[in-house]
């Protein structure tokens, strides 16, 4: 007896046929459900996690007791390197430049596919010449000052006259070689405008102690917004003052007109009830833009009295929506005495998109669309700004992509933010068809797509179906994708007759024939409501 003939999904066109579905069996009708459970992990994402001090301004605070190897890879969350130095540790003479003292500890991190992010100060209070020298032999003005006394004609430290031209010259000229290294690079989170006041932090009151006006201050803002085009640059709250309780200031309202973000600088450095002073001013920037947030170094926060239990810097993440959070102190040490708080941290830090549930077919039919509906929510204080797209990926046994369906029409960027435990919600419904048929006259055409039970995996990302996004979810398969279930596909039929040879209710496929096997549920992390075949 002759074997009857597999037919495969691959249409590429029929001289004399006519391409026909076949019968929607029953199975069709139903639906996978998949009911999502957040893990609990943390998650290293772009524009948000933890980022370590490796540089404190002094340059041995606080990664110098880290061995090369040693990457921090045991902390949770940790996203990014943040590299703050004087000025005179890279440019030590006019246009002699030494980056390696900032690539090094970079490469080690980025090699681990996290990112960097940068303060060059200009003025600090531990040693003299932040500023390079030769700024000054050069002819740039300043004063000599003692810490807690201010400008002192014997003191210790120099302070640059901010809008002095000779200074701003050669500022403009080291700003310029700066973003000719880092504006484009990808792997640079954000740089502060450190150039002003003692640390960069855009005040003198541990300096000079002199007053200066804000159009100084917007002078050094424009210019890395001159220099820097493509890099997200972030300001002190200290340069609107230091104990300025406002919601909005004009030097703020620039920064936010020109796309530049907020951090505070001084979480827990003073006790309650001056914890901080500026999660008011925050709220103009959130919604926007990435807020950074750097805690008191910890050491000195306990001794003050000033750190607590920790619950004051889940708060500050609470009251500020953070997006960035420092490890400011040696960061072993600050795992092991802050492990709760970390993972308290992390499950509100920045945003934290969570797929609650997802259904799709239990059996589509190639050529012919399909309804998944899905419900997501941002689960984090603040927005997922890189924003990005669902996408279904269909694999097969050997991990092969077989079809990529991307939901075009919401972007999770748009998903809002709640308290904790009262993320809102947001349904969507998303029609895809795997192996869509081109009629052209009497021919029909379609891409090569087999009939079969496939994987279906979600990820979050770019428009093409990248993923981008990590998802709090089991089953990840290295590339952000994480398993759901399974989808049985069956095949449009062709017949030269015009009528479907499956016309019995027997489905013909390549690698099955007769009635399609059950969808399978299984894997961690989800919990599947699924119909067998048949029930």
């Not at 579905?21 to 893990?39: L, M």
Request: one cysteine or more.
């Amino acid at each position: 007896m002759k074997q009857k003939r597999l037919v495969h999904a691959c249409l590429t066109g029929f001289a004399c046929g006519l391409l026909v579905v076949a019968p929607i069996a029953a199975q069709e009708h139903k639906r996978v459900t998949v009911v999502a459970k957040d893990n609990g992990q943390a998650l290293v994402n772009p524009d948000m996690g933890w980022t370590l001090h490796f540089y404190s301004n002094i340059i041995t605070n606080y990664g110098s007791k880290l061995e090369p190897s040693d990457t921090l890879d045991d902390f949770p969350g940790l996203s990014t390197v943040y590299l703050r130095l004087p000025w005179s540790f890279i440019e030590p003479e006019e246009g002699q430049f030494d980056w390696s003292v900032v690539d090094t500890p970079a490469q080690r991190w980025i090699a681990k596919d996290k990112r960097i992010a940068f303060r060059i100060s200009c003025c600090e209070s531990w040693m003299r010449y932040a500023t390079p020298q030769w700024v000054e032999d050069a002819g740039a003005k300043g004063h000599n000052f003692t810490v807690g006394k201010g400008v002192d004609e014997n003191g210790p430290f120099w302070e640059p006259v901010y809008n002095d031209p000779v200074f701003l010259d050669k500022l403009d000229h080291f700003l310029a070689e700066f973003a000719r290294r880092y504006d484009s690079n990808p792997r640079v989170a954000f740089v502060d405008i450190g150039s002003f006041g003692v640390w960069g932090e855009g005040h003198c009151w541990a300096s000079t102690k002199l007053e200066v006006d804000d159009a100084i201050r917007k002078k050094h803002i424009d210019l890395y917004l001159k220099h820097f085009q493509r890099t997200l640059l972030a300001v002190s709250d200290d340069y609107i003052g230091p104990g300025n309780r406002v919601a909005s200031h004009p030097l703020s309202d620039y920064m936010l007109s020109k796309g530049v973000t907020l951090r505070d600088d001084s979480i827990c450095v003073q006790p309650p009830p001056n914890s901080w002073y500026h999660a008011e001013l925050a709220q103009a920037f959130w919604s926007k833009y990435p807020v950074i947030l750097e805690h008191e170094h910890f050491g000195p926060s306990v001794a003050k009295n000033a750190w607590g239990d920790g619950s004051l810097l889940v708060r500050s993440v609470e009251e500020y929506h953070a997006s960035y959070m420092s490890i400011h102190w040696w960061p072993h040490e600050f795992l092991e005495k802050n492990r709760h708080v970390i993972e308290q941290i992390n499950q509100r830090l920045g945003y934290r998109l969570q797929l609650r549930e997802v259904s799709w077919p239990a059996q589509i039919t190639l050529g012919q669309p399909f309804d998944v509906e899905a419900t997501w929510a941002n689960a984090g204080v603040a927005p997922c700004y890189p924003g990005g797209y669902m996408a279904l990926t269909f694999k097969d046994e050997r991990g092969g992509i077989v079809s990529v369906h991307v939901a075009d029409d919401f972007n999770v960027r748009e998903l809002r933010v709640g308290l904790p435990g009262k993320a809102p919600t947001h349904k969507m419904q998303s029609t895809f068809t795997m192996a869509r048929i081109y009629s052209d006259g009497p021919r029909r055409f379609s891409r090569s797509a087999a009939a079969g039970e496939y994987d279906v995996f979600v990820s979050v990302g770019t428009l093409d179906g990248t993923p981008q996004i990590a998802l709090p979810l089991e089953g990840d398969d290295g590339q952000h994708r994480y398993y759901l279930n399974k989808v049985f596909v069956v095949p449009a039929v062709a017949s030269s007759h015009g009528a479907s040879s499956a016309a019995s209710g027997v489905l013909e496929a390549s690698g099955f024939v007769g009635r399609p096997p059950p969808v399978r549920a299984q894997r961690q992390g989800c919990r599947s409501l699924l119909p067998l075949a048949g029930e």
